[in-house]
């Protein structure tokens, strides 16, 4: 999810999806606007969203630096950067019009992007009947906000879209990579 978000209410009463079970996440404390100015410092778009190419980036700078290559945008990773935690949170909370996943959401919607598609947003499952990083079926989907497939929509939108379903329902529409 995200993821994600980092960095993101709900409506409706949506069906749960299910997904296959995969292993391994990178997780982040700073979001939003936090996250493009760490976007910034690693050299890739900066759209407030850590996806594959930001976690790739960031694993990548935390080696180079002599950090643990962890993927984790916390308080050590910032203050190498030159970031303060304080500063990445403000500006993630004034940035965007969409409400922004704490740190914790955050790192629950990327462990459960990574369990349910491997993080990949074009994901859909062999029925057909799961799509997209969060593996939303079409009901789910289109209860918190989302037109057409799920899979053809964008990381942000998806992140965004699984962060409202989280705060809504918690990790129960994910009952195989929630927990």
């Known amino acids: 999810m995200v993821v994600a978000a980092l960095g993101m209410g709900g409506v409706a009463t949506a069906q749960s999806t299910s997904g ?9 404390q700073a979001q939003g606007g936090g996250v493009a100015a760490v976007q910034q410092k690693l050299g890739v778009t ?18 180079k630096n002599g950090l ?3 993927g984790i945008i916390g308080p050590q990773t910032l203050k190498a950067m030159g970031l303060s935690a304080g500063a990445a949170t403000r500006s993630a ?14 790192a629950t919607l990327e462990k459960i992007a990574r369990c ?3 993080g990949d947003p074009t994901a859909v499952s ?11 079926d ?7 906000g989302g037109t057409g497939d799920p899979a053809a929509a964008s990381e942000a939108t998806q992140d965004a879209i699984a962060a409202k379903l989280l705060a809504a329902r918690g990790t129960s529409p994910w ?5």
Do not use: H, M
């Open 93 to 106: 909370s004034k940035g965007s019009a969409s409400a922004a996943p704490s740190g914790t959401a955050n």
């Open 116 to 118: 349910e598609s491997g």
């Open 68 to 70: 643990q290559a962890d």
């Open 138 to 144: 079409r009901q789910t989907w289109r209860a918190y």
């Open 20 to 28: 296959s079970s995969s292993a391994g996440s990178a997780s982040t």
């Open 175 to 179: 009952p195989n990579c929630g927990r």
């Open 46 to 63: 900066a759209d407030g969203v850590v996806g594959p190419q930001t976690r790739k980036a960031l694993r990548a700078w935390q080696r």
């Open 126 to 136: 062999s029925s057909g009947t799961y799509r997209g990083k969060y593996q939303f």
